[in-house]
């Protein structure tokens, strides 16, 4: 693409610079220095290389662009109001960290607004969400596109800064796409030498581009990437022939023109009154004047709203021509843009299921593979634990890089829709998180291990959750049932986290009739993720008793009384213990009511009747009987039969008997709680064992 | 080092896979293949190359080895079985997948056995304590190293597979382990190409060697490493003289010599009867037999533990020499040794503190400053946000590499006790855990960042609670308060996680004073991590009613009225604003008592009795007024003033306000809350907003 030199590109990058001097300037705080280095950036990826529609910032085959430095979110707004985003006008751009409410201009970019693909911030993740996003469109690409149409065909840019490339996650993210060789993925590297305790050297004195090279990614190399918009232009042109993800290493000076430029004090405070008035001298701009943009300016992006409705016209054309043609791709295509499941989904699951005790890990895969594998909403995948996590499917094709044979594994294609993730946790959660974020409903991803190794990946899972987005986080060898790996593998205080994350479903069924319905629960959930939490060990099959359609409820009775005495409130691998101490409770002659408690989250949907006819709190003592730390049950339970330490390696059954989670253990103990406890004494709540 | 090459190696090679296959075959689990295809490897090191002592495990110049691959733990116990460790037995060994409760051979290596440095599993960790460990042994031979005498001179060796390698916390510390050249830091890589999913190039198509040069780290390669002792043997005898960390490549075959070598499935699961016949036979031993050491095996190590004693001896002798030449440093050093903090360290917190409002982060550095910089048991550091986290001191050197001169910082050198981690909050943690687990009290690691980016640390900060690591994790920016950065710097959930986490100590200071007793708190805390959760904005100083002694108590009265008819809880930045609704219930005729509530943790190691004074269940009303979900808090309130979502970007003050976090509002809600709760109603916990 020519580089289209009137009016001068000085005057542009002296108005932005200017123009993001004073946003920060006004209320005294945020992130000045990056965005400033990364004008000419924005100039060449706004003006001369993206694909977008300022009038419809949702045009499905857009490119999509991500701040993985989302500190530089004014970058964005900036260029959203400059290439004439209705939203972002320049008085919302001054709502940059005041007090208004309805501001689109928050601290750091986020979903919700018109424009932002993805909230970012806390480092490493954008660029990990951003192999998630091209992956999902190489995928759909790979699926939809004739050889003679292609409906989907955009770019994945994303800027990072040097924290981001230090970030584990995105470390992990890298390796993969480089592996996957995700072409259609271009990351402009803002390399400015500076992070906020000083020079990147403090730090970091890794050979980056060699770095970058060794993980199958090309490098290109800007150097003048504060002002250089040509090279920036020419090296994202270049980007887009070359059959890898592409590095774009880009030399800015941070806060450029600024007295401080340079310096790790321009990253993130104001720059001070007189340093601005000094820039917008050195700029050529009135230094009286604030949020000052000439006209030439303007004139300068103005064709973009119209450029944008071009795009959209041609996609739309494209569409409709291959809808002609293939109307059977299209109907589906069409599904997927529209975001919706066919109707029929919940038939895919199972009714039935073995009756012998089976683990709820492979109840989950009975339920689910059948369902994944008909709707190719589905895209699921394991970090390295694919014989372990069922979310396979019998015939199932991997996603891989078509020109890489694996030495042990199946050619793949980019229209596979199982994807080994590696050893790489925290990268699966937030490439995950990418892939929904595609296009709200055209996706929803399946990641699998672990459940203590979703400890890892925690952080892009919270930021699912912050954004809303649907993933299903697949956690088998739940409690320390897990058995022989020991304490490392036992999670203990994790499900506390996830029960308190706001957006979130932590689920976990009891047999496989639960495993049904927590899957449908996860598929319900579309504002968010779900973590289903499954066994490695056998539970029996607790036939008539648990049902599917009641695990929406959050929590119910599986075995009632009437008047009951006492009740035991129980999750996944502890219901059926419940019961059995139940038994036990009844032979000593206290009538003991069962309350199955898949899911805080759910129960605390619904009503206040239905809650306290569950609960009856304060009439009778309720146990909660769970192979985690007690905290939250509280709200619940007035005692509770939980895990005060950390696991222990020993055979599954074994490790359960030696913290005492056994029927007559279990028995035992409540049996001495409700002999002892008053009215008065249930206030406080107590530790069993 | 020459090898001896009698007995054959092969012998010893042959036996030791046997003796794996069998302890694997026992129970019918476990992970065998990369435990045989390290035997090699394990030769080299326990019979050539590490020093150590089997008499005394704990012998303080040791060489220092850890299995960050923690699954091929049998690989471990069988060589500390053969050079002779006395706890480490056949009938010991033979525990391994047992029912055995005093079993020294558990699913994955811990810490708390003779010959373990550190417990190892979650995959990626254990590389990254080793950083942590070659830091502490170049701080240590930095500070009390002479020029004529070194005291402190060993080796840290780290085993890693492909897994480790994929995973970011182990990336974020190899970078960090290049840059400051530590070439007491030689790693081995089991590179056998399988991983459980299949082979490694399914998910990883890198260039290691290259990735890990660019990361500044020298490369050798072995390439017929399941059986070339020599070639491992010289290679770590070349590593030892390079001034760089260094990467050993060594080629293996998993499960070598089993019928199903080279293959995923050899991982992590028994080979089979048969299996294990053939192996045994292509041996050259009985397959009769089970485990099976022959005496020449054993003859071969023999010579270990008189090794091990002269190398102590020789030390000790060096010690003794050090004391004479080196009074002080000496005196100082066996301090340092013998893991003690001098005995008047708690002289240098400050008694007095401004009394103007302060950000307890502030508190934070005025409290620990002093005592850092007077006693070099306090390593500190920063993700990247030195400038906000107060935890280095004036004057403070920076642990560097001393050939580098970073562009815009102190050159600093070994002795330096400040390090800049980068921003890698995961590697950071896992960092200091292998710092802390050096020698048991020799370090307190204080590392720091932002609340909410413990999240990406906590992974690490849960392995230092299972190893009972004392570290301090010092954590600004906490809650909503944290302001214009908006709801992803805003945590919300992660509280509940570090309350429910056992051996943790989670600590939220109200003012400068109990600042002071929460630092008091963590530095008594010696068997497990501290986090204390410090504000970004100013707080005023509660004179007269906050008290360093009592935050011991993990909650206290910090407004007393006899008779109350309500009481508030509250923590850290809350404390003056429940102190300020309370003042607005008692002139609506509401007799209020409030409750600093500094940490769970320390108040559930109290009495019955004091609980009981502080909560009054079932007496009065409690409300508990803090900025997080109030999961767990149920427990000691009746009713709770929290967050149910994520926060917003908004000026921190107006943040407050926007979810009601306004004396005003707090005691409206709580006044109608208490008109009109019952007895019978309060059972019923009632989020108020």
Known sequence: MTVDQSPSHNLVLGTFRCLIADLVQQYGGGHPGGAMGMAAMGIALWKYSMRYSPNNPDFFNRDRIVLSNGHTCLFQYVFLHLTGYKHMTMEQLKTYHST????????????????????????????????????????????????????????????????????????????????????????????????????????????????????????LEVEDGSDNVDGIVDAISKARDIKKPVFINIHTVIGIGALNEGQSSAHGAALGVDNVAQLKRKWGMDPEKHFNVPDQVYQFFAEC????????????????????????????????????????????????????????????????????????????????????????????????????????????????????YGIREHGMAAIAAGISAYNKGTYIPVISTFLMFYLYAAPAVRMAALQELQMVCVATHDSIGTGEDGPTHQPIALPAFFRALPNTLFVRPADSEETAGAWEAAVNFTHGPSVISLSRQSLPQLKGLTDRAKVSLGAYVVKPVS????????????????????EKLETAGIKTRVVSFPSTNLFEKQSSEYKAQILLRGKIPSVIVETYAVNGWERYATAGYSMKTFGKSLPGKDVLEYFGFSANEVATKVEKYYRSVTKESMWTFQDLN
Request: aromatic share 8%; hydrophobic share 35%; with cysteine.
């Open 563 to 582: 008047q009951p005495d006492l009740q035991l409130f129980a999750s996944g691998s502890e219901v059926h213990l419940a019961l059995e101490a139940a």
């Open 305 to 420: 709203p119209a450029r944008g409705e071009q795009y959209e016209a041609e996609w739309n054309a494209t569409v409709a021509k291959y809808t002609e043609k293939y109307p059977d791709a299209a109907a589906e295509f069409k599904r997927r843009v529209a975001g919706k499941l066919p109707l029929d989904w919940k038939s895919y699951i199972p009714k039935e299921y073995p009756a012998e005790p089976t683990p709820t890990r492979k109840s989950s895969g009975l339920v689910m593979s059948p369902l994944a594998k008909a709707v190719d909403t589905f895209f699921n995948g394991s970090a390295d634990l694919s014989p372990s996590t069922f979310v396979g499917w019998s015939g199932k094709a991997e996603f891989q890089n078509p020109a890489v044979q694996p030495k042990a594994g199946d050619k793949g294609s980019y229209s596979g829709r199982y994807l080994h």
């Open 100 to 219: 208004r409410v309805d501001s689109f201009c928050p601290g750091h970019p986020e979903i919700e607004h018109p424009g932002i693909e993805l909230t970012t911030g806390p480092l490493g993740q954008g660029i990990a969400n951003c192999v998630g996003l091209a992956i999902a469109s190489k995928n759909l690409a790979s699926l939809y596109n004739r050889p003679d149409i292609a409906v989907v065909d955009n770019t994945i840019y994303c800027i990072v800064g040097d924290a981001c490339l230090q970030e584990g996650v995105a470390l992990e993210a890298i390796s993969l796409a480089g592996h996957l060789g995700l072409d259609n993925l271009v990351v402009l590297y803002d390399n400015n030498e500076i992070t906020f305790d000083g020079s990147v050297d403090l730090t970091n004195t890794e050979d980056v581009n060699k770095k970058m090279e060794a993980s199958n990614w090309a490098v």
